[in-house]
């Protein structure tokens, strides 16, 4: 089992939707989630840091993290074509951050 | 803040040749950073998990003389790929982890490699 799971996708939603981008982990011990947004041939990006249960919302993006379900979820509100990329999720611990291998979502005009 | 300076961007290289590529932290203290490749359409690969002032951690497969990992201080990392091969053409990324094990990963712009 990847100790961070993600849909490949890639997963398509017209402009002006919400994305729904959804990820699994299985180490308990993980403090910190985070998620990163790829461009082609460009280093991820850092958007979202979560550490505690619930909603964190950072102008169009909310992050959600539910612990007992090991499960963290990126919102991606007003969906633009500038998003169209591989969101990649996160989970830390001491001296390790695994990486899920992304899911690619494209927002069609 | 927390940005991150990788170089050089973009590197050719013939078969044989040695490489180095540079990663520092520019506005806070890195005590882990980790190093990564890519290839096409294919996920991060974790290479090695490098602390400053001690000896690199290799994952499993990446071989530590072919990849020579370098923390010499709390805000420069070094990767040097030793006698390339064209199967070591890819997109390597650095990235840096600020303060404690909770914070977030800060990557470089990545360094795209072609050993002719």
């Known amino acids: 089992q990847k100790e961070v799971e993600q849909n490949s996708g890639p997963l398509s939603v017209p402009e002006g939707a919400i994305a729904s981008l959804n990820c699994t982990y299985s180490d308990r011990g993980s403090q910190s989630f985070f998620w990163y947004r790829q461009y082609s041939g460009k280093s991820p990006e850092l958007i979202m840091s979560?550490?505690?249960?619930g909603d964190k919302e950072d102008g169009r993006f909310t992050a959600q993290l539910n612990k007992a379900s090991q499960y963290v979820s990126l919102l991606i509100r007003d969906s633009q074509p500038s998003d169209s990329a591989t969101y990649l999720c996160a989970g830390g611990g001491y001296q390790k951050v695994t990486f899920g291998t992304g899911t690619k979502l494209q927002v069609i005009p | 803040g927390a940005v991150v300076s990788q170089h050089p961007s973009r590197v050719i290289c013939k078969s044989g040749t040695s490489v180095k590529i540079e990663c520092r932290s520019l506005d806070f203290q890195a005590t882990t950073m980790f190093w990564y490749r890519q290839f096409p359409k294919q996920s991060l690969m974790l290479m090695a998990t490098s602390n400053e002032g001690s000896k690199a951690t290799y994952e499993q497969g990446v071989e530590k003389d072919k990849f020579l990992i370098n923390h010499a201080s709390l805000t420069l990392s070094t990767l040097t790929v030793t006698s390339a091969h064209p199967e070591d053409s890819s997109f390597y990324i650095c990235?840096?982890?600020?303060?404690?094990?909770?914070?977030?990963?800060?990557f470089g712009n990545g360094t795209r490699l072609t050993v002719t």
């Open positions: 990235s840096a982890r600020e303060g404690t094990d909770n914070s977030p990963l800060h």
């Open positions: 979560i550490y505690s249960n």
